[in-house]
C-alpha cells in the first residue's frame, strides 16, 4: 500500500509562488511517474503536470513556463514549485503516484488560492 502525504498550499496574491509537496511511504520499489492535478472551483479535475522516468517532465499549456514540477527519488517526494501565480490558477491540488506493483494512488489534496 502507498500513502501520500501532500504539503505547501496557501493563499497568496497574483503574481506570487508556491511549493507544493508530495511525499509517498509504503512499500515501494519504484515510482515510474508521479504528477499533479488540480480541481477549481466548479470545475472537474485536471491534469498539471508529470515526470516519468528519466526525470522527462510533462506540463498542460496553462502552465507551462511558470510551473517546474521535480522529483527526490531518495525520498519518494515530488513537487511542484509555482510561479507567477494567477487567479485562474485557484484549486485544491492532488498528486498522484503510480507506484509500481500498486493501483494509482491520490493525495488528499491541498487548497490553493491566488488572489486578485
Known amino acids: 500500500q502507498v500513502h501520500l502525504v501532500e504539503s505547501g498550499g496557501g493563499s497568496v496574491q497574483a503574481g506570487g509562488s508556491l511549493r507544493l509537496s508530495c511525499a509517498a511511504s509504503g512499500s515501494i520499489y519504484d515510482i515510474p511517474s508521479m504528477g499533479w492535478y488540480r480541481q477549481g472551483p466548479g470545475k472537474q479535475r485536471e491534469w498539471v503536470a508529470n515526470?516519468?522516468?528519466?526525470?522527462?517532465?510533462n506540463y498542460a499549456d496553462s502552465v507551462k513556463g511558470r510551473f517546474t514540477i521535480s522529483r527526490d527519488n531518495a525520498i519518494n517526494t515530488v513537487y511542484l514549485q509555482m510561479n507567477s501565480l494567477k487567479p485562474e490558477d485557484t484549486g485544491v491540488y492532488y498528486c498522484?503516484?503510480?507506484?509500481?506493483?500498486?493501483?494509482?494512488?491520490w493525495g488528499q489534496g491541498t487548497q490553493v488560492t491566488v488572489l486578485s
Open positions: 515526470i516519468v522516468s528519466l526525470d522527462i517532465t
Open positions: 498522484k503516484v503510480d507506484a509500481y506493483g500498486h493501483a494509482p494512488t
